[in-house]
């Protein structure tokens, strides 16, 4: 057999193993998948997926601007290079309040609070809140009396007698407000986080994977003309 023979036979073997590597499916294994667009990029936007085992997902679409951010949970379908998304509605984000009486001074009302926030989207997993903002208002809605968590989450408020409405707040999490107690209360405030918009129930986005050149834990998804990259974090990332 001749060099051109060689030449030939080697060049169709790597056409048609490019054409078999691209025509197979792209495994995409269960775990948490977020935008990346190369090392120390800070984005101020971007997408992340979580793909459970039993084919649930929850999908944010966030931003540094919440109002912009968009998020959902539902479904999902893989078929060859196609990541199907199917939602559903989601749970209600309520704060989880546990209240309890506390020994005080008659003439005095003293309000305790231990905060602490629900960050990840579907699971129970919590994190202290320091810095979060607790307020109490009078009747015309001006603040009467202030105070913000410490590193523990923790802080005591004095309101005078004049308040009538508590709230609390921290960047990123749904705000929690009610009415002023009579007595001395100690709260602990369990704020879920606040990811923007739902998508609607029945909404559905399609992905194209496609092969990365990048790590084994990257993948490409593009929709339209617009392609992302996702690298799948380490467990506890």
Not at 71 to 84: E, I, N, P, S
Not at 192 to 219: H, I, M, N, W
Not at 228 to 234: G, H, I
Request: proline letters at 6%; one cysteine or more.
């Amino acid at each position: 057999m001749n060099t051109l023979s060689f030449h030939l036979r080697d060049g169709l073997a790597l056409l048609l193993g490019g054409v078999v590597s691209a025509c197979a499916p792209v495994r995409l294994t269960a775990g948490e998948y977020s935008e990346t667009r190369g090392p120390g990029v800070i984005l101020l936007e971007g997408q992340t997926l979580r793909l459970a085992s039993d084919h649930t997902f929850v999908y944010e679409h966030w931003s540094d601007d919440v109002s912009s951010s968009r998020y959902g949970m539902g479904t999902y379908r893989l078929a060859g290079h196609k990541l199907q998304l199917r939602f559903v509605a989601p749970p209600l984000a309520v704060v989880e309040v546990q209240a309890q009486p506390i020994a005080a001074p008659a003439d005095s009302l003293v309000l305790a609070f231990a905060v602490v926030g629900r960050p990840t989207l579907g699971t129970a997993q919590t994190q202290v809140l320091p810095g979060a903002t607790i307020l109490a208002y009078d009747a015309t809605g001006q603040v009467v009396a202030g105070a913000s968590s410490d590193a523990a989450g923790r802080a005591v408020l004095h309101p005078t007698h004049r308040a009538r409405r508590l709230r609390v707040q921290s960047l990123g999490f749904v705000a929690w407000q009610q009415a002023c107690p009579a007595s001395s209360t100690a709260y602990r405030l369990e704020l879920p986080a606040d990811a923007g918009t739902p998508y609607a129930a029945g909404t559905v986005k399609e992905f194209r994977l496609k092969r990365s050149p990048q790590p084994a834990q990257t993948v490409v998804m593009s929709q339209g003309r617009r392609q992302t990259v996702f690298q799948r974090l380490a467990s506890g990332q």
